[in-house]
């Protein structure tokens, strides 16, 4: 997903002015693609020039509301429909549990636990948003409902995944993994057997 697109999703909504449109990232898009201001107003100059939206109304005080144009429409119709969604091909918070095993196993459980903790707590701030917010039957409500619904699954689902990970630190053959690689970490060979604390590196059956 893309400023660009977000930008033209919420103005097919309705013309807003960029004051406008960031309370609607505020309110419904900051959990899925948060924007700053200066984004915010520097990607609706650039849709300006580009033909995809025009400024539509004068305010006072200089102000500006934008309107989506017919190719602005189009061009999001095309990303909606035509264009695969790029997904998360990086999770910085996996990418560590690769290599657990060079901590020690309090370590690993500490770190895992803490994922859990962290993804406990955004549940529960999604689900006071739920509670407060007062769905309409606009796009931005309906689809936006939907959205929130799979943050409230997915935080859950991630909560209980790492609560499980952190049991599965005391299993033989997580303590042996990390016994050998931290052995060939303070050897500095491929085959070291040394132990640093027998409470930490002994397998526990």
Same mark, same amino acid.
């Given at each position: 997903?893309?400023?660009? $697109?977000?930008?033209?999703?919420?103005?097919?909504?309705?013309?807003?002015?960029?004051?406008?449109?960031?309370?609607?990232?505020?309110?419904?898009?900051?959990?899925?693609?948060?924007? =700053?201001?200066?984004?915010?107003?520097?990607?609706?100059?650039?849709? =300006?020039?580009?033909?995809?939206?025009?400024?539509? %109304? $004068?305010?006072?005080?200089?102000?500006?509301?934008?309107?989506?144009?017919?190719?602005?429409?189009?061009?999001?119709?095309?990303?909606?429909?035509?264009?695969?969604?790029?997904?998360?091909?990086?999770?910085?918070?996996?990418?560590?549990?690769?290599?657990?095993?060079?901590?020690?196993?309090?370590?690993?459980?500490?770190?895992?636990?803490?994922?859990?903790?962290?993804?406990?707590?955004?549940?529960?701030?999604?689900?006071?948003?739920?509670?407060? =917010?007062?769905?309409?039957?606009?796009?931005?409500?309906?689809?936006?409902?939907?959205?929130?619904?799979?943050?409230?699954?997915? =935080?859950?689902?991630?909560?209980?995944? %790492?609560?499980?990970?952190?049991?599965?630190?005391?299993?033989?053959?997580?303590?042996?993994?990390?016994?050998?690689?931290?052995?060939?970490?303070?050897?500095?060979?491929?085959?070291?057997?040394?132990?640093?604390?027998?409470?930490?590196?002994?397998?526990?059956?």
């Amino acid at each position: 997903m893309s400023l660009r $697109h977000a930008v033209l999703g919420l103005l097919s909504e309705s013309p807003a002015s960029g004051y406008d449109l960031m309370k609607l990232f505020n309110a419904s898009l900051a959990n899925v693609w948060p924007a =700053t201001q200066s984004q915010v107003y520097g990607e609706l100059g650039k849709l =300006t020039s580009a033909g995809l939206a025009e400024v539509s %109304a $004068h305010g006072p005080r200089g102000r500006k509301e934008y309107a989506i144009t017919d190719e602005g429409l189009a061009e999001l119709r095309h990303w909606l429909a035509e264009v695969p969604p790029s997904g998360p091909h990086r999770d910085d918070s996996l990418l560590r549990v690769f290599f657990l095993g060079i901590l020690t196993p309090l370590e690993a459980r500490t770190f895992l636990l803490g994922r859990a903790q962290e993804t406990a707590r955004l549940h529960t701030e999604l689900r006071r948003i739920d509670e407060e =917010t007062e769905w309409g039957d606009d796009m931005i409500s309906v689809y936006g409902r939907l959205t929130l619904e799979y943050g409230l699954r997915m =935080t859950a689902a991630q909560e209980e995944w %790492a609560r499980w990970a952190a049991e599965q630190i005391d299993s033989v053959k997580a303590r042996e993994a990390g016994n050998r690689a931290r052995s060939r970490l303070r050897n500095g060979t491929g085959t070291g057997t040394g132990t640093r604390n027998g409470d930490d590196l002994a397998p526990t059956e």
